[in-house]
């Protein structure tokens, strides 16, 4: 019985979030009248909460320096909007060259703020509301409260899919649309999604194998062998069905690539990496951390500097998704990739949470604001309970921390 009971916290604490996930879109998906899960719905979905992820992945790195925040990202993804209508529209430069000098803007920015705070010691808080503040002036004396359109690659990114490589392909017992009463049920599958989901599940299964042989050689501790199968399955039928729901709509989405590219990236660089592991070791006891030789000044610099480069690549994609640089845009973002990050399992005090979690966290958000405006909920009411989501993660997180440190 005990050996079930620490079988169930560890789950609950290593899967909780994609557990509450779930439920949220079992929610949602029932309050909704199923319209939540339509394919179409869920294609969406993944474009217009792909700024709230991306935000969320650099944000984590800021919160594990010890529960810092970038209150900036907001209007940073509204400099980098409003740079790429000046660079495009105005000046007329290529789509690809519009997008490097406003991805280098975000990038920039996160120098400069990353420079006040790290060399100048200027609190993260008080540098990013001023930032906050700069950046948000900026943007609108360079659009002059005008919204101007954007093209080429730009709208490719945003709204794009990769082209079928085999359509009209699939056998009609696959389509489950008139099964599922789906709207717009589509004359094929999209083949390209589904051989993508299919190798990517595989490449999960061999990871995850590959890794465990590789923690038992070196003498890890590592889970029975049972409850490897069981994780193994449900992200192998998890990836595969999410591959299917996008293929019976317009198929891999361009932003889910870029999605999966920057999570591999700095998901390495969180747990494979000198890097990542000082930005863990400063959460944990900064102090401590300069005294094992930690050089905290430039950690704190890249980890701002990161976050104006992810907050530039923000600006890209939903500049691209909205078609339009807008003097509005970008209003609220760093409510979301905060909340994100809390909600995943960051910590309040630093040194604890994980890239898994900001994604996990993220798509949690996306989900309530989708299903809560499908739902036609009051937008004060959906900021009340996001609001409430938020201070009940924390909330979690502090009684945890208090029943481990009793027990």
Not at 58 to 76: A, E, Y
Not at 183 to 203: A, D, H, R, W
Not at 305 to 330: E, K, Q
Request: hydrophobic share 55%; with cysteine; glycine share 12%.
């Amino acid at each position: 019985m005990d050996r079930f009971r620490d079988f169930l916290n560890r789950s609950l604490r290593q899967y909780g979030m994609i557990i509450a996930l779930v439920a949220i879109i079992i929610f949602f998906g029932f309050m909704t009248g199923g319209r939540l899960i339509w394919p179409r719905n869920v294609s969406m979905l993944v474009r217009q909460n792909a700024y709230v992820l991306i935000l969320a992945i650099g944000m984590m790195f800021c919160i594990l320096t010890g529960g810092n925040v970038d209150l900036s990202v907001g209007s940073l993804v509204a400099l980098v909007s409003a740079m790429s209508g000046l660079t495009l529209t105005r000046l007329g430069l290529p789509s690809w060259l519009a997008i490097l000098l406003s991805v280098l803007t975000g990038l920039l920015a996160g120098i400069w703020q990353g420079f006040w705070i790290a060399y100048v010691k200027v609190p993260p808080f008080i540098a990013t509301l001023s930032g906050m503040l700069i950046f948000r002036g900026i943007n609108n004396i360079i659009l002059d409260g005008q919204t101007l359109p954007l093209s080429g690659l730009y709208v490719t990114i945003g709204t794009g899919s990769v082209p079928d490589i085999a359509p009209n392909t699939v056998p009609d017992f696959l389509r489950i649309g008139d099964l599922l009463r789906l709207q717009n049920k589509p004359e094929y599958l999209n083949t390209t999604m589904l051989v993508t989901g299919l190798v990517l599940s595989v490449i999960y299964v061999l990871v995850v194998i590959f890794s465990r042989q590789s923690k038992k050689k070196r003498g890890y501790e590592v889970q029975p062998l049972h409850l490897v199968i069981i994780r193994v399955i449900a992200f192998f039928v998890a990836i595969n069905l999410f591959s299917y729901w996008l293929a019976m709509d317009d198929g891999l989405p361009i932003m889910l690539i870029l999605l999966v590219i920057l999570y591999g990236i700095y998901n390495f660089i969180a747990n494979r990496t000198v890097l990542g592991r000082h930005i863990y070791a400063m959460g944990g006891n900064i102090k401590a951390a300069e005294l094992s030789g930690v050089n905290t000044r430039r950690m704190m610099f890249l980890v701002y500097s990161n976050m104006g480069l992810l907050a530039g690549v923000a600006g890209i994609v939903t500049a691209g998704r909205l078609m339009a640089a807008s003097p509005n845009v970008g209003m609220s973002f760093e409510l979301d990739a905060i909340g994100a990050c809390f909600i995943g399992g960051a910590s309040a005090y630093g040194g604890v949470g994980t890239i898994w979690g900001a994604v996990v966290g993220a798509f949690i958000m996306g989900v309530m604001n989708n299903g809560m405006s499908i739902m036609g909920l009051d937008v004060f009411l959906q900021s009340v309970a996001k609001g409430m989501v938020v201070l009940l993660a924390v909330a979690f997180d502090m009684y945890s921390k208090s029943k481990s440190r009793l027990g």
